[in-house]
């Protein structure tokens, strides 16, 4: 499976971005797609995730309200549109891919459970 995201870019403090994850090879209806983040120094944070097979979605505290995570089935690609965008969110966005065994696993935040990754695209949110 290969993860090729896009969408990364400079905006100012209560702008919008739209991330883009698109998904190619061995994937399946029982994945799940989540986006994460990273700054230098820090670990890697939990963004969203969404289970492909009926559209279920998982946000972290801090981006509910201001992040929306979504699929497009015929594209096979993955959204995070971003809104009100704070100079906190600046880092390096990667989304990531986690096979399932069954199609009612329930998402999870856990770095560690998603198998596949792609390269990262960078935002920077100007003050």
């Known amino acids: 499976v290969q993860l090729q995201a896009c969408g990364g870019g400079l905006v100012q403090a209560g702008g919008s971005l739209k991330l883009s994850c698109a998904a190619s090879g061995r994937t399946s209806s029982k994945y799940h797609m989540g986006w994460f983040r990273q700054v230098p120094g820090k670990e890697r944070e939990f963004v969203a995730a969404i289970r492909w097979y009926d559209g279920d979605t998982y946000y972290a505290d801090s981006m509910k309200g201001r992040f929306s995570i979504s699929k497009d089935d015929a594209k096979n690609t993955v959204t995070l549109q971003m809104n009100n965008l704070k100079p906190d969110d600046t880092a390096l966005y990667y989304c990531?891919?986690?096979?399932?065994?069954?199609?009612?696993?329930?998402?999870?935040?856990?770095?560690?459970?998603?198998?596949?990754w792609g390269q990262g695209t960078l935002v920077t949110v100007s003050s």
């Open positions: 990531a891919g986690r096979p399932t065994a069954s199609f009612r696993v329930t998402l999870t935040k856990e770095v560690n459970a998603y198998r596949y």
